[in-house]
């Protein structure tokens, strides 16, 4: 197999959050790419400013849809690491010690049994990190073609989305700002309607506030 590319949109190890937070997303990197060669998905993350985004994040006739979800999933991973990087400066233990969207409190269940209170940029690291492990686990998904159901994405799905909740209702000139030039959280909630993985109760950030 071929080495891919160097990409750009990688984190260095010894990057400064500075030099992080002066490069924009790329649409459509290179990992992404490789990502999704191995089941051939068509280059979802490529078009997140096409007009239609429903006809994005809708499975094509000839890919299994647990799949497509599953690998979308990673995708929204790998572009949400971004926004919670940028976040970095402003949203700290002293001023968001609490993982909250607007009046909602969530408790991290990255911890084992017993769910804890972790600060909002804990929650977002301890979830990204345990969705990346989850999801890149052989035990469970052990042919990225064949996945058995939904009971990892669905978990996976309602915490992430938390994130963007965050972001939405307490940093919202930094979210505005990053969903402008990826329409990543309306992608990824226009998936999670698509395809139920979030329940109707979940959603906090009013749909109008998006782009679809």
Wanted: one cysteine or more.
């Amino acid at each position: 197999m071929s080495t891919p590319p160097a990409d750009r949109s990688l984190v260095v190890p010894g990057t400064s959050l500075v030099s992080w937070q002066a490069r924009k997303p790329e649409a459509h990197s290179a990992a992404q790419e490789a990502l999704e060669s191995v089941i051939g998905i068509p280059p979802y993350a490529a078009r997140p400013l096409a007009d239609d985004i429903k006809a994005v994040v809708m499975c094509p006739p000839d890919i299994d849809i647990l799949s497509w979800q599953y690998e979308q999933l990673r995708v929204t991973i790998i572009q949400l690491n971004h926004l919670v990087v940028t976040l970095g400066n402003v949203c700290t233990a002293t001023s968001c010690p609490q993982m909250k969207a607007d009046q909602w409190q969530f408790y991290c269940a990255a911890h084992g049994s017993a769910p804890k209170d972790c600060c909002a940029m804990d929650y977002a690291l301890h979830n990204l990190d345990s969705a990346t492990e989850i999801l890149c686990n052989r035990t469970n998904y052990p042919d990225r073609e064949k996945i058995p159901d939904t009971i990892h994405l669905k978990a996976i799905a309602r915490r992430i989305y938390r994130i963007f909740g965050h972001a939405f209702y307490h940093h919202f000139e930094i979210f505005q700002t990053f969903e402008r030039e990826t329409r990543l959280c309306g992608r990824f909630t226009a998936l999670c309607q698509m395809y139920e993985l979030i329940t109707p109760a979940s959603y906090i950030i009013p749909i109008n506030k998006l782009s679809f």
